[in-house]
């Protein structure tokens, strides 16, 4: 009975363990997926050895361990959180990590009703005069696929707006500010498509080695002065230069409606002389043609005249051989 008695009491018992290690956390796939956009990292949660974790996050070390796949499957662990067999959850073993290569455009302007945002985001700089001025700013950056892992690598999962907005901002403040700082403001206005041509070629340069490529990058509006009055005395100047300007192309042009109208009148001068030569001309030849003819009529009578005086003579006594007889004129 003893023996029925210890057995009874060890079935009790399995039967009791087994309860109870049934009563933990089903285990379960865990499962990320991967937009188009996106390039994918899988990081071990865990580090065994030196080796490892020296090797950890290193530009190497993401480039393989990109994932090429859309979706993946995470492995899981069991980590025991107390002393009941029960007692445990699952844990991932490696982490995935995104970066999204979506290209991102900033427009930082001062007007409320333009750029990216309402707010006052022109960068301002100051002349070599120490003349404050804001000018507006358009970029647009993107990451490429080979370009990934050196992302992560030098932003550490940051994500690529706040690059722009943070990192490369303020790289292209200091430039602005470098290249106009070394200009008087007039000369700074005449330069400032090279200014920013250089600035361009300057962030380009700069983030390409993070990882980052700049599609473009130029300004987006004037140079807006602080000092209101600058602005007005310049546009004072500009409209007093506007009317000089406005002023000689006047005289050109008339200056031109003038040489217009004195070839005109030279080609209508000309046009009428070479008409009046005509005539002259015209008239000289019917005056020879008559001649001519006169001629070779007085040939003919002279031919047809046989000594005789005419019968009759005309008043004016030119047209007497006209009338000759014919009497022994044939």
Request: proline content about 2%; charged content about 25%.
């Amino acid at each position: 009975m003893k023996h029925l008695k210890y057995l009874s009491l060890i079935i009790v018992g399995m039967i009791a363990m087994f309860a109870f290690t049934g009563c933990g956390p089903a285990v379960y796939e865990l499962v990320e997926e991967i937009d188009t956009n996106e390039t994918a990292f899988m990081v071990p949660m865990e580090g065994s050895t030196k080796d490892s974790q020296g090797k950890f996050m290193s530009e190497n070390f993401l480039e393989e361990a990109k994932v090429a796949a859309k979706r993946v499957s995470i492995p899981l662990r069991k980590k025991n959180k107390g002393r009941g067999y029960w007692n445990y959850e699952w844990i991932p073993t490696l982490r995935v990590i995104k970066v999204d290569r979506t290209p991102v455009t900033r427009e930082w302007t001062k007007e409320d009703n333009s750029g990216t945002s309402n707010a006052n985001e022109a960068i301002h700089v100051e002349s070599k005069e120490s003349i404050g001025f804001a000018i507006g700013v358009n970029i647009t950056a993107f990451v490429r696929e080979d370009d990934a892992s050196t992302f992560l690598y030098h932003y550490a999962g940051k994500p690529l707006s706040a690059v722009v907005d943070e990192n490369v901002r303020g790289f292209v403040t200091s430039i602005l500010s470098r290249e106009f700082g070394s200009l008087e403001l007039v000369d700074g206005r005449g330069a400032k498509a090279e200014i920013f041509n250089r600035v361009y070629e300057a962030t380009r340069d700069h983030f390409k080695a993070t990882g980052i490529s700049i599609d473009n990058l130029g300004y987006a509006e004037g140079l807006i002065y602080e000092d209101k009055e600058i602005q007005t005395g310049i546009n004072n100047r500009f409209l007093a230069e506007l009317q000089v300007q406005t002023a000689a192309q006047d005289k050109l042009a008339q200056d031109e409606r003038n040489k217009q109208k004195v070839a005109t009148a030279t080609a209508e001068k000309e046009s009428a002389l070479e008409f009046a030569r005509a005539q002259d001309a015209a008239i000289m030849v019917r005056e020879l043609e008559i001649r001519m003819i006169q001629a070779q009529a007085q040939k003919i009578a002279a031919d047809k005249w046989n000594g005789a005086l005419p019968d009759n003579i005309m008043p004016d006594g030119s047209g007497w051989l006209m009338n000759l007889n014919d009497k022994g004129g044939r």
